[in-house]
């Protein structure tokens, strides 16, 4: 805690109960029936008409917590399947813009179906399907995606043997006109198959990106309970990204979502000389591992069971034993991490944010080498909506690009045409 006193700067909040969390009823209309209609996280290529009947039918059903993982997956297949049929018979008219709106409508139906992590039978089959219909879709947009396999030639103690990322390079991209590559590290929640909403700015700009899960979640091959695996994987990534000769391996940035920014505090000081810059949003690094903090966040501005989704993440089946050893283990200060030196790190976060305390950047601030902060006042998890604007300014400034932080994020927000 940083706060005075020895309390987190929402010490109070602690307490409180969202009303979200009495229904899945609630969830949507409270919550999410908002971010729906605008086309952002959560529902990254969702359709408003697509949702509403598969709430309606999980409203009737009476479902919330403790949720049976199941039963509510199984809602969302039956408009999901619809949507990859009319896309395939789309893409098999000849009508690429049509087809790929399709499949990536339905990937997101399968997305929050898995959300927040595939830990049953049934949110596992969406996650593969999801999978499935965003590589279509995403294959058929003007500035396409391919899925790369970056071979984990350092794996150790039960790492898989590979990574599997999202990569667009830019068509002018060669040995002899180098481009900028905006590597990104998703979330708890949010994996490449949404944070890939992100591609088109930094497409129209020049930029190759590529995506990747962190370890416990997505297809990273880090061994999810290792705290060291994740250097392990960023390595083998590294010499991946080395042997690309369209990449200006000089201009190098990292941008780590929400619990991908704990990652991404961890990649700057492991990995500082790969990297120009990171960016760290939303993150955690110390306090989001304290037990108090556990004990409260299920109940707070999460969607779900935050802190169970943390402890399926990394694999401890025993809540208790997770509250009782995370912070010792996968802390950044307890490990030492944080008295590396970095490369440039910016830190971006609301100072409200109830998933991961703001307490947490602030103690970052204490450690080490100097870095860069931006506190949003008053705003919640991620400092939205100033976070992103306060982050692509300091990205091209960074980079030296040229772009246009307003038309930028125009092309995040999707809007359904067909």
Known sequence: MAAPGNKYFIQEKLKQTAPHHESFKALWETKWKKPCEMGIYPFMYASTADFQPVVDTIAAKGLKRPYDWD????????????????????????????????????????????????????????????????????????YPIVEVEIPHVHAANG???????????????????????????????????????????????????????????????????DPSSPDRVWTSMFDWVAKQEGIDQSRIVNWGFSTGGHYSIRVAHTHADKLKGVVAHGGGAHHMFDPEWLDAVDDLEYPFDLAHTLCHKFRYTDFEQFKKEARDKYSLLSTGILDKTPTRLLLVNGTDDEIFPIDDYYLCLLHGDAKEARFVPGRKHMGEPEGPHVILKWMFKLLDIQGDVGKFLETVPFKPKY
Request: with cysteine; net charge neutral.
């Open 159 to 225: 790492d898989g043997p590979v990574l599997l990322g999202y990569y667009h390079l830019p068509a002018e991209a060669s040995s002899s006109h180098k481009v900028p590559l905006i590597i990104i590290f998703t979330g708890l929640d949010a994996y490449r198959t949404e944070l890939v909403v992100w591609k088109n700015g930094w497409a129209q700009l020049g930029c190759a990106v590529l995506l990747v899960e962190i370890p416990g979640t997505g297809d990273n091959p880090g061994a999810p309970s």
């Open 71 to 142: 039963e509510y997956a199984q809602c969302f297949f039956p408009k999901a399947e619809e949507l990859v049929a009319r896309a395939k018979e789309a893409e098999g008219e000849g009508n690429r813009e049509k087809a790929s709106e399709l499949y990536l409508r339905g990937s997101a139906l399968y997305r929050i179906a898995r959300f927040p992590a595939p830990r049953s039978e049934k949110q596992r089959y969406a996650w593969q399907k999801g999978k499935e219909a965003a590589i279509k879709g995403l294959g058929l947009e003007r």
